[in-house]
């Protein structure tokens, strides 16, 4: 069965801009979760989504938000881009209490 | 697992030889445990599972050993490949749902 699938794979943007990030989990998978990378502080959880609620919250400013849809598709938005926030996203979608299994990434740039 | 910010340690093995990968995880409270793969331009690969009830448990090629007694979990490989070489993330859940908190990784490199 298919991975799951984030869109797009890169993405240069200006500071002050904002960005929609798009993550499509694997079918039946109704928890998706939210990580960002960085060589500084590693993988950091943002947030995780399951049946369209937001249930567990990373600690990551306001400007970072997301949600689900009924399909379980989510979606991460950063508003007001600062050059800090240039980093590889990665989606992970699981069933209930079982292994989270990642996307590719989309490697965000902001200049 | 600790973020130990992004000094990354590196284990350097021959082919054919066995890894160790080590991780101290933070949370008591931890209840399950995955340890992942990376390689470059990927995300993180799931590679096997462990529950706090079990102290060990085997897969191909890969044994993941945890010690709920000092909160430390390692990852074995025998026989290790050049398909490999990548960073290896541990990663605990302490928190109803799925919210991992990861380690700082650990870049296994291998030798021809």
């Known amino acids: 069965k298919a991975g799951v699938t984030q869109t797009p794979r890169y993405l240069i943007k200006t500071r002050g801009q904002q960005v929609t990030l798009s993550c499509s989990p694997i079918?039946?998978?109704?928890?998706v979760s939210w990580y960002q990378q960085t060589p500084g502080q590693g993988l950091q959880f943002l947030f995780e989504?399951?049946?369209?609620?937001?249930?567990n919250k990373g600690n990551f400013p306001g400007r970072f938000s997301g949600r689900q849809f009924s399909n379980s598709r989510s979606e991460m938005n950063v508003s007001t881009l600062e050059l800090g926030d240039s980093a590889l996203y990665l989606c992970?979608?699981?069933?209930?209490?079982?292994?989270?299994?990642f996307g590719q990434g989309t490697r965000l740039t902001v200049v | 697992g600790e973020s130990v910010g992004l000094h990354l340690p590196t284990l350097s093995v021959q082919e054919g030889d066995n890894s160790i990968i080590n991780c101290a995880y933070s949370?008591?409270?931890?209840?399950?445990f995955i340890w992942y793969k990376q390689e470059s331009g990927k995300g993180p690969q799931f590679i096997i599972d462990?529950?706090?009830?079990?102290d060990k448990r085997q897969g191909q090629r890969v044994t993941v050993l945890l010690n709920k007694t000092v909160k430390h979990l390692s990852l074995q490989i025998a026989a290790t490949q050049p398909g490999d070489s990548a960073v290896y993330f541990c990663?605990?859940?302490?928190?109803?749902?799925?919210?991992?908190?990861f380690g700082g990784g650990t870049r296994l490199m291998v030798k021809p």
């Open positions: 462990i529950r706090s009830n079990m």
């Open positions: 990663a605990e859940n302490y928190n109803a749902g799925n919210m991992l908190t």
């Open positions: 949370n008591s409270a931890s209840d399950y």
């Open positions: 989504y399951f049946s369209e609620t937001q249930r």
């Open positions: 992970a979608s699981s069933l209930e209490g079982d292994e989270a299994f």
């Open positions: 079918s039946g998978h109704r928890s």
